[in-house]
């Protein structure tokens, strides 16, 4: 079934509801100027580690985008830029040797860098990333140190310092292979649900809600169908993540364990009575009172009508 035909639903009444979301889904993609800008930053600050730690002119060597930007689920307005730079060997090496919080003396190095070249943005050092702070994007720089079975070591200041393991490729796989199998849908609601976060200031981290639509969508009846199905996608992870509260997710590649506690279940309970709402409203053709409950839970980026 094609985006834009019409839906019979469970009780016989036709809908249509392709043209919502796809307008909604237009409003919340980046524009080209967004894209530009963001790999502006990103050149700007690498340009900087190249020079110093690799004697390169190159504004994009040694790194490359991780998070929305890297797994294509990037939405508008324009969040913060994640950036992994790969740090040579020998600087692991010089850190070792030095006591106290290598982890920390790192970012600091790092931070000073680039406040050298920026002596006018508040540069932080925040474990495990370097944050710089720009007017339009905030470059969220991730230094690390590549392993040999292809993971990356990223520097944790806390509890005195440590590395934690990062699979940047398993990440984005599990991302691609779903999105893949499932026509898209992983991305877009990967998307939708990042709007929901931020308008509903759900506290849920959207690496979260990534890996929560994944296995969503592994076991809903109607993944891989076209758009028109997307307002009962919307209302039915709503369901599911509810029964996840309390429950783990396993990061992919380093199966790391992360707890999803319930801090945001009674706004995924709010959502989800919403949804079942805007979906009795688009069977009854009321779409302009689905599109007011609609708003309720992804703010004004979705058509009221």
Not at 95 to 106: E, I, P, T, V
Not at 108 to 125: C, H, K, V, W, Y
Not at 215 to 235: I, T
Request: charged letters at 20%; proline letters at 4%.
């Amino acid at each position: 079934m094609a985006a834009g035909q019409t839906r019979v639903a469970h009780n016989g009444l036709k809908m249509e509801v392709s043209e919502r979301f796809e307008k909604f889904l237009s409003n919340i993609t980046l524009t080209e100027a967004q894209l530009k800008d963001g790999a502006t930053k990103r050149e700007s600050v690498c340009g900087v580690l190249n020079a110093k730690y690799f004697n390169s002119n190159s504004g994009t060597a040694n790194s490359f985008y991780v998070g929305s930007l890297g797994k294509a689920t990037r939405t508008r307005p324009p969040r913060d830029v994640d950036v992994l730079f790969s740090l040579p060997s020998d600087v692991y090496h010089r850190f070792d040797r030095l006591a106290g919080n290598k982890q920390s003396q790192l970012l600091q190095e790092i931070r000073s860098a680039l406040r050298s070249s920026f002596p006018n943005t508040d540069i932080r050092g925040d474990g495990p990333v370097v944050l710089v702070p720009f007017a339009t994007y905030a470059v969220e720089l991730l230094p690390a140190f590549k392993l040999q079975n292809g993971q990356y070591w990223i520097p944790i200041t806390a509890n005195a310092g440590f590395y934690k393991n990062f699979d940047s490729d398993a990440e984005l796989k599990n991302i691609k292979v779903s999105n893949d199998k499932t026509n898209n849908n992983t991305r877009d609601l990967v998307r939708m649900m990042k709007c929901w976060q931020s308008f509903c200031s759900v506290p849920l981290k959207s690496f979260y809600l990534e890996l929560l639509a994944v296995n969503f969508l592994n076991q809903w009846g109607y993944a891989g169908r076209s758009k028109v199905y997307y307002d009962w996608m919307a209302r039915d992870y709503f369901a599911y993540i509810i029964g996840q509260a309390n429950n783990f997710l396993f990061v992919p590649g380093t199966h790391e364990t992360l707890s999803l506690g319930d801090t945001w279940k009674s706004r995924a309970q709010t959502a989800h009575d919403r949804a079942v709402k805007a979906v009795k409203y688009e069977a009854d053709k009321m779409p302009y009172h689905a599109g007011e409950d609609w708003q309720k839970i992804f703010g004004t980026d979705i058509p009221l009508a």
